[in-house]
């Protein structure tokens, strides 16, 4: 029987990773995300997937991001009883990001039913922090480099992705030899904290992300914008918003600042990590040492702490956070979510954006669709609960900070196969930014690429 591969999600988009294997008759998820983004791909989360639950036997998990595990704790609820492999790392970053997600969902609608936001009455979270919880039973870890079995007669193993702590690419080998690698996300090389994605020289299959598959990073001074952003904003009494993701970026940035601080290039301009999540999460790599980069293991034998720079301020209470909306600048606050389509940065940016003195920080990518999108392509307003709030706020970005590999990164991950796959997936991606990378692919290396579309099927004979 043979092995075929089915796009559920980010196919054609960026987010909702969800790849279907069917393995010798044996059916095997890899990723469970959540579609972000606009009210179109948002309501793709409550279409029931096209495929009878109770027929997948095991899901193998790439990384901790919402868009690889949010949809999970539905999966669940709704009937998947089987495995869900990850990392250990993963796991420890999950027990904190989907009860969290759960959380919001409730509170998102109760806000909605309170305010009636809602066009049916009542609003329902898509599931609950109850089923979040219950999700997290499933889990079993699987460590790097460790050979693990599936169903149909196949095994599998984790190579760290260099994306986010515990990220790993999936190499799943079929009972005939062959295999297929799963990407997830392609992190970057040469980034503080965590390992560099590891190297691929072979694989019959490949699906691969590509986020930035049309672009290439800035080469920006990361550590003089930082300073003089902080800087400015301390010299004019400024609030800086930075809408950050709680897992990967907010501790890079804590990395920065650290590094900042020890430089003396920055003044001690009051900074706020608002955000349980990310709180939590630093927790969580400040304990996993084992995936550590050389450079921050020198910092640590040195005695530093490089993820807890002097002067920040851990916020986790809500009325804490509800101060800060009231309090004068200068200061800094760190708040999630990483497009500011949802969390506390919301709630701040709802207060501040229309003051002429705040700057907002950018510092990942922000998908169609969202609040962070909007503010990017130069909206003069925006809607906030049921407000329509002006925009006088300076909008800044950093190019430089993301956890996804560019084009010349991809392509440069891609050219250590020793011989091409029999078949490459495009996946993760905006449509342009897909195009452009198949284009490449096919000139630079000659491979068979194709990009799925929802819902499409693919033999991997």
């Not at 998820?29 to 027929?55: A, S, T, Y």
């Not at 979270?125 to 079993?140: G, H, I, N, S, V």
């Not at 005939?176 to 299959?205: A, C, H, W």
């Not at 930035?212 to 010299?235: C, M, P, S, V």
């Amino acid at each position: 029987m043979p092995q075929t591969i089915r796009f559920l999600g980010a196919a054609e988009t960026v987010t909702g990773s969800k790849h279907l294997l069917t393995l010798n008759g044996h059916k095997v998820l890899v990723d469970c995300g959540l579609f972000q983004g606009d009210k179109e791909l948002r309501h793709r989360n409550w279409e029931p997937l096209p495929i009878d639950i109770r027929e997948i036997e095991a899901i193998v998990i790439t990384h901790a991001h919402l868009d690889h595990i949010g949809y999970l704790p539905k999966l669940v609820r709704d009937g998947y009883k089987g495995p869900i492999y990850a990392t250990k790392a993963t796991i420890d970053l999950t027990r904190i990001s989907l009860p969290d997600s759960g959380r919001i969902q409730e509170e998102d609608a109760r806000f909605a039913n309170r305010h009636n936001l809602t066009s049916h009455s009542p609003a329902q979270p898509l599931y609950t922090e109850e089923d979040a919880y219950a999700c997290m039973k499933l889990f079993q870890p699987v460590h790097y480099h460790e050979f693990h079995p599936l169903p149909g007669k196949a095994q599998f193993q984790y190579l760290p992705a260099g994306h986010i702590l515990g990220s790993a690419f999936a190499e799943i080998y079929f009972e005939n030899g062959e295999k297929i690698v799963m990407s997830g996300d392609l992190g970057r090389f040469n980034t503080p904290i965590i390992q560099d994605p590891t190297t691929i020289e072979y694989g019959e299959y490949l699906v691969v992300e590509s986020t930035y598959g049309d672009r290439f990073h800035a080469h920006e001074d990361t550590l003089g914008k930082l300073a003089e952003i902080f800087t400015r904003a301390y010299q004019q009494g400024s609030v800086v918003l930075v809408p950050s993701f709680a897992i990967g970026r907010t501790q890079e940035l804590l990395y920065f600042i650290n590094q900042l601080e020890e430089e003396n290039r920055i003044p001690r301009i009051p900074i706020f990590i608002d955000s349980p999540m990310a709180n939590s999460t630093t927790g969580v790599y400040a304990a996993a040492k084992d995936e550590y980069d050389s450079e921050i293991k020198v910092k640590l034998e040195a005695g530093e702490k490089p993820l807890h720079p002097e002067g920040v301020t851990f916020i986790r209470d809500s009325e804490a956070s509800k101060a800060l909306n009231v309090q004068k600048g200068p200061m800094v606050v760190i708040a999630g979510s990483g497009m500011a389509n949802g969390g506390r940065i919301v709630h701040h940016l709802l207060h501040h954006i229309s003051n002429s003195k705040t700057i907002v920080l950018f510092t990942g990518y922000q998908a169609q669709g969202t609040m962070g999108r909007q503010l990017l392509e130069g909206a003069k307003h925006v809607h906030i609960h049921q407000y329509d709030v002006p925009v006088h706020a300076e909008i800044e970005v950093l190019n430089s900070l993301s956890a996804h590999a560019d084009q010349g990164e991809i392509m440069t991950w891609l050219g250590k196969f020793k011989a091409p796959p029999k078949q490459a997936f495009i996946v993760h991606g905006e449509p342009p930014a897909q195009a452009v990378l198949q284009a490449k692919i096919k000139e630079v290396l000659g491979w068979n690429v194709v990009i799925p579309k929802q819902g499409e099927e693919f033999p991997l004979p």
